[in-house]
């Protein structure tokens, strides 16, 4: 009997033990199993089209080489390195390898995350934060280059606070996670920022002998940290060029991921800070001021931009999850992971993944959101044999992809605020005159548009463009001279 509840206890233990572990698991099979959801976003096309490029040429893009409306204006690709792992992978294994890489990265990230707070709460309240951090991250999960730097941020930002908790300053082997984090996105930039605040915390809860050292300490990390961030084939122009990003002005909340949090409808971003705030006037939960500082920072990024949400949910528990420890529960002494029933336990774990993984992609074909990918409309584009077309937004990455110079794409920094939002207010008529005036100033050829976008309607019925290609994605309408569509209307005198 004694034997038997010892065994017992051994292998729920075993079960127990590697929350991350099972975290990471569910996480990949979750998103490796929607994966065609990860292919949604149309930049996934010509991110992989740049990474080929690098790859074929040995170099990185200093100019634009793609639109013909930008064509050898100064462009770099800050992401570069995450370019060039999608588009071996892509060539190794198709879309499939994408969506394997990407949801791996992501499982990644949540492992880590999973590993940081169960070494520090309970894992009830680690899985809470887990669960939170999934809801919000989801939505922006997609098969594109910050997905590839969501693990280094969290190992970023983990270190840092590991060290402030221990009022000590970061270790210097955490640099080259820096580097690496600029070569894959831009984001790197988040990670220079954050240093001040979380050293700031460090040294104001470190005894007061010790803090002008510390000081000293964190300084030097932010200096070598600036200094590795200079470490890409841009060098400083990689941290310069988010300036670009920021000085888009008018054309930010016209892009999904840079809109402000919408709360007409309920939705899982106010559903979680909802419930933080009642689980905090609940508990009477206390936090010390910097922590605090940063936590409402990162809550009024995510408020004012949809795409720090994904921050917001992976940071948030990393900066709360010592100060938070003794109020809702600390972590248990965990069993060693080197144990051996632990390693087979592992090994049978990714055995099981990189069989799933085969059987189901040997089943399922992965490929780009049809919505976004006008293959047949731009196939007969082809057989037209044009150079200059006016092109929908979301169609500018496929374009690239096939070899079609766009008139815009996913770029938006490249083309700046004033293009951008003349083309958005034009393909919407918003403002019809600046349709007409594009398609003169840009002596525009044909037109590839939504089906069912305003600018299409009013094509249909415009003397000089004849509809040559329609299908539920995609219309094309080429300019010609003699197509008429309307008749001038008589003019009858109202009658009195």
């Known amino acids: 009997m004694t034997l038997t509840v010892a065994n017992a206890a051994e292998d729920t233990s075993l079960m127990r033990g590697p929350l991350p572990l099972w975290v990471g698991v569910f996480v990949y099979a979750l998103l490796f199993l929607a994966g065609d959801r990860l292919l949604f976003d149309p930049d996934t096309q010509w991110q992989i089209t740049v990474g080929q490029w690098i790859l074929d040429h040995r170099a990185v893009p200093e100019t634009d080489i793609y639109s013909f409306t930008m064509r050898g204006q100064p462009w770099i690709s800050t992401q570069w390195l995450a370019q060039v792992a999608y588009a071996k992978i892509h060539a190794w294994f198709g879309w499939s390898g994408v969506v394997v890489l990407a949801a791996g990265a992501s499982a990644a990230t949540f492992t880590l995350l999973a590993r940081f707070l169960s070494r520090r709460l309970s894992e009830s309240a680690s899985l809470v934060f887990v669960a939170v951090a999934l809801a919000l991250t989801v939505p922006h999960i997609l098969a594109r280059p910050h997905v590839l730097a969501l693990p280094v941020m969290v190992m970023w930002i983990g270190g840092m606070i590991a060290a402030a908790d221990r009022h000590e300053a970061p270790s210097l082997w955490m640099l080259p996670l820096m580097a690496l984090w600029a070569n894959l996105h831009g984001g790197f930039v988040l990670g220079l920022m954050m240093i001040a605040p979380i050293a700031l915390d460090a040294v104001v809860n470190a005894q007061a002998t010790r803090r002008k050292s510390l000081l000293l300490r964190w300084a030097a990390f932010a200096g070598l940290a600036l200094v590795a961030s200079f470490c890409t084939p841009y060098g400083w122009n990689a941290l310069l060029a988010s300036r670009k990003i920021l000085a888009l ?245 109202a009658a009195h």
């Open 249 to 493: 002005g008018a054309a930010l909340p016209l892009i999904t991921e840079w809109r402000a949090a919408d709360f007409t409808y309920l939705r899982p971003f106010e559903i979680c800070l909802l419930g933080g705030f009642g689980l905090a006037l609940f508990k009477g939960i206390k936090l010390p001021p910097m922590r605090i500082l940063i936590l409402l920072g990162l809550v009024h990024m995510a408020l004012a931009q949809g795409r720090s949400g994904e921050i917001l949910a992976l940071l948030a528990p990393l900066i709360l999850a010592a100060p938070l420890a003794p109020q809702i529960g600390r972590a248990e002494m965990a069993p060693s992971d080197t144990t051996p029933g632990r390693r087979i336990l592992f090994a049978s774990v990714a055995f099981a993944l990189v069989t799933g993984t085969l059987a189901f992609a040997s089943l399922h074909r992965f490929a780009p959101h049809t919505g976004n990918s006008p293959v047949a409309a731009v196939a007969e584009l082809k057989k037209l044999n044009l150079e200059r077309v006016f092109n929908d937004y979301d169609f500018g990455g496929y374009l690239i992809a096939s070899g079609v110079s766009p008139f815009i794409d996913g770029r938006t920094e490249l083309y700046g605020e004033k293009f951008f939002v003349d083309h958005n207010a034009a393909s919407g008529l918003m403002e019809p005159g600046n349709l007409f005036r594009l398609l003169e100033e840009y002596k525009i050829e044909a037109t590839l548009l939504r089906t069912q976008s305003a600018a299409t309607k009013l094509l249909d019925h415009l003397d000089g463009w004849q509809k040559v290609y329609s299908d539920d994605v995609a219309t094309i309408h080429l300019r010609k001279a003699g197509a008429t569509h309307t008749a001038e209307p008589l003019v009858e005198p």
